[in-house]
């Protein structure tokens, strides 16, 4: 079964952890059975956790370590990030848009006056 979290120690950082050691067990039985066919079920059965959860940390963790192809962890969190900024630019500009025409709608009508 997991661990329990321990007092001080962020749950990320400790899933992070724990993820990683899942991924080391499935390589090392990987590497002693000479086979993939039933490692991810069996650490998965043993560490508590799903298989399908493991099965996916382990795919990510070969992008990750260049043994696959796709998008790695850090640059889809950078990717992320560029889209959350962009979103927040694109709120930024549609406010200013509208305060400009607020304004130059006010400025026209005080110069008809």
Known sequence: MPKEQSPGKPTTRRYSEEKAAA????????AELGSEHGTIKRVADQLG????????????????DGHAPGVGTDEA??????EQEVRELRRANEILKRAASFFGAE??????R
Not at 49 to 64: H, K, M, P
Request: hydrophobic share 40%; aromatic share 6%; proline share 0%.
């Open 23 to 30: 991924v080391r067990m499935v390589r090392t039985l990987r």
């Open 107 to 112: 400025l026209d009508r005080q110069s008809r």
């Open 49 to 64: 956790y799903g298989t399908e959860s493991v099965r996916l940390w382990v795919r990510q963790a070969d992008i990750d």
């Open 77 to 82: 969190a950078r990717v992320r990030e560029l």
